[in-house]
């Protein structure tokens, strides 16, 4: 007889299915205000137990509690609740705007909209975030104009990018915003490398790289660490951790074993974990990764627990892979809404400026899409020209490029 056991691999699955009961038990939450709040310089080895902590500020009562509760200017607040809301809002409009054929595919980031918009709000105007397709926040946070943003949406003929890149791949150098690209995690690397030739330059700009739970997976965020590790360039590596990566839960990506924060240890590179949907939270992590980068004092880690609320993008049905109602279930609630009442309960806001803000911003999107209708849309044009196919491929083109074009009679 065969001594030996037989083997067997482990494959993580998620707590429930759909059908099942919602269950995030696996989730290890604090209270607000219980994590510390580390000095700017304090070493990374001094600071582990925040990856396993929470940062939180907003309480149940929508107070601001804790060690990481900054004085924080109301108007600041206001612009981060509004930001949010447009986010959400033109999420919505382009989702169906898709429906009605105007694009392709679009991807929304519902329940994640305050970390993109409060690290925003955070950054410097000349730092350069590196984000994935789910970061549109970035944009909207800095007021860049929709109508830009809605013209490459529908692959329209005032289409900055001319057709060439997948609807939302927006590339916006002027406004620290890097071209976004299909292939998951490569933006994280070259955040990294983009952050050493500032140092090298002896520059003062920053940057922020960005990257789902799923894409830790790829080598390039393991790259990312070691570059960032060894040469400690001025870099926010955000890891959103959104439970979900299409219809894999965050522990196929590795989740289930260790957080995504604890990575950094490994790497001696200062490690947060943090509420994502409290803007209040984001913004304090963001302030606090972003002033010690700028102090010379390297890198920082941040994981952004959050949760995808909407389907991965218009081509995908979550219903079949978890519980429709897990979202109602999440412990960290919605990030609108917890602003929202946080400002309320300051005497800042009421729920009717908050309905005259939300009208205000439907016009205001829905105007944008119409203006950015009248150059066109996916199904009915007018489009690029088909000669735009043959720029950008190299600075000047090579002679073999402009025969293809000539024989294309573009
Ligand atoms: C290298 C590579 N592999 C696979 C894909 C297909 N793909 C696109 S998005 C995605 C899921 C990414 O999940 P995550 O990193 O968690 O980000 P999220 O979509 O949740 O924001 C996958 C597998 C891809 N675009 N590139």
Redesign the pocket.
């Known amino acids: 007889m065969d001594p030996h056991r037989q083997l067997s691999l482990h494959v993580p699955e998620p707590s429930s299915r759909p059908g099942d009961q919602p269950d995030f038990s696996y989730l290890k939450l604090l209270p607000a205000g219980g994590a510390r709040r580390p000095e700017q310089d304090c070493p990374p080895q001094d600071m582990h137990d925040l990856a396993f902590d929470l940062v939180r500020v907003l309480d149940d009562e929508h107070a601001a509690v804790g060690p990481w509760a900054m004085e924080l200017d109301p108007s600041l607040l206001l612009r981060g609740l509004r930001a949010m809301e447009k986010t959400r809002i033109f999420d919505e409009r382009m989702l169906m705007a898709q429906r009605q054929g105007k694009t392709s595919i679009y ?1 929304q ?1 519902r329940g ?1 909209e305050a970390i993109a918009c409060g690290q925003r709000l955070a950054l410097g105007p000349h730092d350069m975030c590196f984000p ?3 970061q549109q926040g970035l944009l909207i946070a800095q007021d860049f104009p929709l109508v830009d943003m809605i013209c490459q949406i529908y692959s329209n003929a005032r289409d900055k990018l001319g057709g060439r890149s997948l609807p939302f791949f927006y590339s916006e150098r002027d406004h620290g915003f890097f071209s976004i690209s ?5 933006q994280f690397m070259q955040a990294v490398g983009w952050a050493m030739a500032s140092a090298i330059k002896g520059d003062n700009r920053i940057a922020s790289g960005w ?8 080598s390039d965020f393991h790259a990312a660490l070691v570059y960032a590790s060894v040469y400690k360039p001025p870099v926010v590596m955000n890891v ?7 219809s ?1 839960f ?1 522990g196929i ?1 590795g989740g289930q074993a260790a957080n995504f924060a604890c990575r950094g240890h490994g790497f001696n590179i200062p490690s947060l974990r943090v509420d994502g949907n409290d803007f209040l939270a984001v913004h304090a992590a963001s302030k606090w990764a972003i002033d010690r980068a700028r102090a010379n004092l390297g890198p920082t880690l941040i994981e952004w627990v959050t949760y ?1 609320a909407a389907a ?2 218009t081509s995908d049905d979550p219903g079949k892979y978890r519980p429709a109602d897990e979202y109602a279930a999440w412990p960290l609630g919605d990030p609108i809404e917890r602003l929202k009442q946080h400002l309320i309960a300051l005497g800042q806001w009421s729920e009717s400026r908050h309905q005259a803000m939300v009208e205000e911003l439907g016009a205001e999107v829905k105007a944008a899409a119409k203006q950015a209708e009248s150059f066109g849309t996916l199904g009915k044009g007018p489009a690029p020209s088909a000669s735009e196919m043959f720029n950008h491929v190299y600075k000047e083109m090579p002679p073999h490029l402009r025969r293809q074009r000539q024989q294309g009679g573009v």
């Not at 299909?182 to 490569?186: A, I, P």
């Not at 990257?211 to 790829?218: H, K, N, R, V």
């Not at 959103?240 to 299409?246: E, F, L, R, T």
């Open positions: 991807v980031c994640e994935t397709y789910r299909g292939n998951l995690g490569t990257i789902g739970d799923g894409s830790t997976a790829e959103v951790n959104n439970q979900w990566a299409i894999s965050q990506a995808r991965h993008s």
